[in-house]
């Protein structure tokens, strides 16, 4: 049976209404990384970086088949967004998650998205 997506009557619960909304956050910083990991090639990166605590931009651009300037590019937004750290060694430039939230961000979805339709959408 096919649920509807909408309410048939109209009926605001007012005080769920107004604990929620003391509830709620601003939200502008969880959009900013949301958006950062909208970008395909970024989730690539990310995702890459969970499988490999670090790895070098040569590396990178390698996985997922572009150029260093490219590849560099995406870490460093990736940085600027607190989604990735990089350390210098000697002439090489390594990548890593910047912490373990990242790292659980990126596998969750990766989870949820590996378990589509193996349910049924009843919530």
Do not use: W
């Not at 000697?90 to 969750?108: E, P, Q, R, T």
């Amino acid at each position: 049976m096919k649920v509807k997506d909408t309410c048939e009557v109209t009926v605001v619960h007012e005080e769920v209404v107004e604990k929620v909304q003391r509830g709620l956050p601003d939200v502008g910083g969880m959009v900013q990384i949301f958006k950062a990991l909208a970008d395909e090639t970024r989730l690539k990166i990310a995702y890459s970086l969970t499988l490999e605590e670090q790895m070098c931009v040569c590396d990178v651009a390698a996985v997922i088949g572009a150029s260093n300037a490219t590849a560099s590019h995406h870490l460093r937004y990736l940085r600027e967004h607190s989604l990735a750290k990089s350390e210098r060694k000697g002439k090489m430039v390594y990548y890593s998650l910047a912490d373990g939230h990242v790292y659980d961000l990126v596998k969750i979805a990766h989870d949820h998205a590996s378990e589509k339709g193996d349910e049924p959408d009843d919530h």
